[in-house]
């Protein structure tokens, strides 16, 4: 399973952006799908999550500015971005668990997008 992120860009500040993430394929048993953020010299922290059945989380720093949503083929992920702030700034990855087959049988696994960037709002 490949996860393909996109979406980030330029912005201004208090600006919005929208980020999608799309699976390769049907992810088996999947129960969560989340969105990280990166900045430099900063360790990769949790922006927001969504369950399977809807359920969403997210980082105190982006409550209220930040959506995260999965789309109606369930391999989609969404994040909306807005009143975007310098310390915004950052690499953003989507990943998912899921279950693959292996010789000695199921394994749950998480796997992760590349990661898109999202520079400091103008």
């Known amino acids: 399973v490949q996860l393909q992120a996109s979406g980030g860009g330029l912005v201004q500040a208090g600006g919005s952006l929208s980020l999608s993430c799309e699976a390769s394929?049907?992810?088996?048993?999947?129960?969560?799908m989340d969105w990280y953020r990166q900045a430099p010299g900063k360790e990769r922290e949790l922006v927001g999550s969504v369950t399977g059945s809807g359920d969403t989380n997210y980082a105190d720093s982006v409550k209220g500015r930040f959506a995260i949503a999965r789309g109606n083929a369930k391999n989609i992920l969404f994040l909306r971005m807005n009143s975007l702030k310098p310390e915004d700034t950052a690499v953003y990855y989507c990943?998912?668990?899921?279950?693959?087959?292996?010789?000695?049988?199921?394994?749950?696994?998480?796997?992760w997008g590349q990661g898109t960037q999202v520079p400091s709002p103008a």
């Open positions: 394929e049907n992810i088996r048993s999947n129960n969560v």
């Open positions: 990943n998912a668990d899921g279950l693959i087959s292996t010789n000695f049988g199921d394994r749950r696994r998480v796997f």
